[in-house]
């Protein structure tokens, strides 16, 4: 097969992109694992703003599907990228078929491979019934079964948090959420380091307690007050406790998860105190997301790691441009932000790729309206996954003006 233009994952960014480049008029196919296109769309399930207005990631993956047709995309679902070699030859194999590989020849490869779980090990994570909050999440918003009775979720973040209602309102009941352990996979989590990551999020949190708190987690005084005075039974949020101040030592069980072994823990995360056994049927590790950038190194991008941006990334410029010619990022690939930013970084990305291949005639100025959006977008995104993503961006532009400024 010959195209113009391959796009490697079938998410937001990926589909977002190849929009823009079939209604071009270019010849565009995207490759996505997934038995529907879509990618974590398909399991977001969440409220915005104040609340009255619901995120259903589904219904919106459906609309780009239906674009993305209507623009002459060719999208090849169940499909695995396995090798890329510049120039481009794009090689792929099917996931369900009995069928030979297939290689695909085109002029320039977007990657939007998106992201993948940092899995973090505790003492019993080997049972079956212990899973991980991205597993739970589509389990439960994507093939409606409930990953168990009685759940438990080890981590505090925007997507434990979320996935932890959806369990909920699918009827499960959530025992509690707690601290990941102190440890170096958890990145020595402790209820000060939360709070400063989560105070970006109260301003959207249902609880009018929490709201206020918000006000007082600005400063690092205020959060060292609040670590240290968190109730010891937690916060509930949405009739889910959150617990702040206390961590999952063990995951205990003989065949399967029956119960966990809880601490309590000091500001600092240090366990203190005596254990305590609450029965279990599930337990969620929620360790975060990381950019899923393989088939990047297997070509010889620059890669840069930057703590806003949850990981290591392809070096890339505002256009979406990284350091090999004719390859483009976007989405979570090239940091972790929100579906929204995706939305506009796979525009961007059609447009940048346009420009290049000489695919219909997109202006300059088209190019720096849709980097302004995408900046907009991220200024304004309710679901912040790091409150350095913004200092982040703009250490990663002028990495960018270093290589750039080196090369030539």
């Not at 968190?230 to 119960?259: A, C, D, F």
Request: with cysteine.
């Amino acid at each position: 097969m010959k195209v113009d233009v391959v796009v490697v994952g079938g998410g937001p960014a990926g589909l977002s992109a190849a929009i823009e480049i079939g209604s071009r008029g270019g010849n565009v196919v995207v490759i996505d694992d997934h038995p529907t296109p879509g990618g974590k769309l398909l399991g977001q399930l969440h409220q915005e703003g104040n609340h009255s207005k619901w995120w259903k990631g589904f219904e919106f993956a459906q609309k780009l599907k239906q674009k993305a047709l209507a623009a002459n995309v060719q999208i090849l679902s169940e499909k695995q990228v396995w090798g890329l070699e510049p120039g481009w030859k794009v090689h792929i194999s099917d996931l369900v078929k009995n069928e030979p590989g297939m290689e695909i020849q085109a002029d320039c490869v977007l990657l939007a491979t998106g992201a993948v779980e940092k899995p973090i090990p505790i003492p019993g994570w080997t049972l079956p019934g212990v899973l991980s909050i991205g597993a739970a999440q589509v389990m439960t918003n994507v093939y409606q079964v409930l990953p168990g009775k009685k759940v438990i979720v080890a981590g505090i973040d925007i997507l434990s948090l979320s996935i932890a209602r959806s369990m909920k309102l699918a009827g499960a009941d959530i025992v509690g959420i707690y601290m990941l352990p102190h440890n170096p996979f958890s990145n020595y989590a402790s209820p000060l380091l939360h709070l400063e990551t989560l105070n970006e999020m109260t301003d959207f949190a249902p609880s009018k307690m929490i709201r206020l708190t918000g006000k007082l987690l600005k400063s690092k005084t205020g959060r060292k007050i609040a670590a240290q005075y968190y109730p010891p039974k937690g916060i509930k949020m949405w009739g889910i406790p959150i617990h702040l101040r206390s961590t999952i030592v063990t995951i205990n069980g003989n065949q399967e998860v029956e119960s966990v072994s809880i601490s309590k823990i000091d500001v600092n995360g240090n366990p203190i105190g005596e254990q305590k056994v609450i029965q279990a049927d599930t337990v969620c590790i929620a360790g975060g997301l990381s950019p899923l950038y393989e088939l990047a190194a297997t070509v010889g991008c620059k890669f840069v790691t930057l703590e806003g941006l949850s990981g290591t990334v392809p070096l890339h410029n505002k256009e979406l441009q990284t350091t090999v010619p004719n390859l483009f990022v976007a989405g979570n690939i090239t940091g972790i932000e929100g579906a929204k930013v995706a939305v506009a970084q796979g525009t961007l990305a059609g447009k940048s790729i346009c420009k290049k291949v000489k695919i219909g005639n997109v202006k300059e100025a088209e190019i720096k309206e849709s980097i302004s959006f995408v900046e907009y977008s991220r200024k304004l995104s309710e679901i912040q996954f790091h409150p350095k993503v913004l200092e982040a961006r703009e250490h990663l532009e002028d990495l960018w003006s270093k290589w750039a400024h080196n090369v030539n």
